[in-house]
């Protein structure tokens, strides 16, 4: 089969070395909807993940996000 699992980076360090999580498996579309991604299995299952898109790994049916950094407002900037 093709489909891939979906996992989400956790930790800093790079998609290679860093621990992932699970969140779907048999997944065969990926679908960006705003600032989410909408995941399918064959089996009509579907999760909602925020994150980047950080590796697409074909060969090793596997696809990797990572969260999204907190979004920090910058201060306005006021003349002087």
């Known amino acids: 089969m093709c489909e891939s699992k979906v996992y989400m980076e956790q930790g800093g360090a790079p998609p290679a070395a ?3 999580e699970l969140v ?5 579309s990926v679908v960006r909807q705003g600032d989410e991604w909408v995941l399918t299995s064959i089996f009509g299952e579907k999760k909602t993940v925020r994150g980047t898109l ?3 790994r ?4 596997e696809i ?3 969260p999204q950094a907190a979004h920090r407002p ?3 900037h006021r003349p002087q």
């Open 64 to 66: 990797i996000f990572r």
């Open 24 to 28: 779907l498996e048999d997944v065969a």
């Open 74 to 76: 910058q201060a306005a």
């Open 58 to 61: 074909l060969l090793d049916h």
């Open 54 to 56: 950080e590796q697409i």
């Open 18 to 20: 860093g621990k992932r």
